[in-house]
């Protein structure tokens, strides 16, 4: 006599449904920020209750989506930090890092502000602000940054320059599909000279693409 198929747990199903929901809503939330909870949930192949069950509201939908985006900058920036490094390298290695990270989450920038508000839009990004500001107090000293503004200054401009990129590409202004060029940007706005940007940024990008020697 066949055995029948073990039952997956509801919780299981649950935590598979919620992580396909918000990664519909990214989705779709990219392509129209005025998507309907209804669309998502036909889009993500759930019935109405079930979202609902998970995200009561609009609002809710994009809290979590604004929790996930803190998670992933965060693990970002733990990933782009790499001792003893030339600070001019590491500061274009940071927006490589992260690129990503804005690119998959860029639809929050058009949303944020207006639907989560400020302070938090600031609590997301705030562990990308003390790391950038970070680099460039290090690399100031080394006479490698401007000086003529407060590094926190001169961090939250550099970080209005990658949203504002962000948006360019989120608009279709601008295509930078690996981040070299916000990088190269970043690292000149920073008072790095043209042709030393651009060399740190070709050289971390072609250290991404060789093969891990593990």
């Known amino acids: 006599m066949t055995k029948p198929a073990p039952r997956v747990p509801q919780r299981s199903n649950s935590r598979s449904n919620r992580a396909r929901i ?16 209804e669309d998502v949930a036909q889009a993500a192949g759930v019935v109405r209750r079930t979202l609902y069950g998970h995200f009561p509201g609009r609002l809710a939908l994009l ?15 733990s990933e782009a930090s790499v001792p003893d490094e030339p600070d001019e390298r590491a500061l274009g290695r940071f927006v490589l ?52 503004l407060p590094a926190g200054v001169l961090s939250a401009a550099l970080e209005a320059l990658v949203l504002s990129l962000l948006e360019s590409v989120n608009t279709g202004a601008w295509k930078d ?38």
């Open 22 to 37: 918000l990664a519909v809503a990214r989705q779709e939330l990219g392509r129209n920020p005025d998507v309907s909870l």
């Open 63 to 77: 809290e979590a989506l604004a929790d996930e985006a803190a998670e992933a900058l965060r693990d970002a920036v």
């Open 97 to 148: 890092t992260i690129w990503p990270v804005g690119d998959r989450y860029r639809m929050l920038i058009a949303l944020a502000r207006n639907d989560l508000g400020t302070e938090r839009v600031t609590e997301i990004l705030a562990p990308a602000h003390r790391e950038v500001t970070r680099i460039i107090e290090h690399g100031r000293r080394a006479g490698v940054f401007h000086d003529h």
């Open 177 to 214: 599909d690996q981040g070299g060029g916000a990088a190269v940007v970043t690292l000149i706005a920073a008072g790095v000279p043209a042709p030393l940007a651009e060399a740190e940024v070709r050289g971390l990008i072609a250290d991404r693409s060789r093969p891990d020697p593990s």
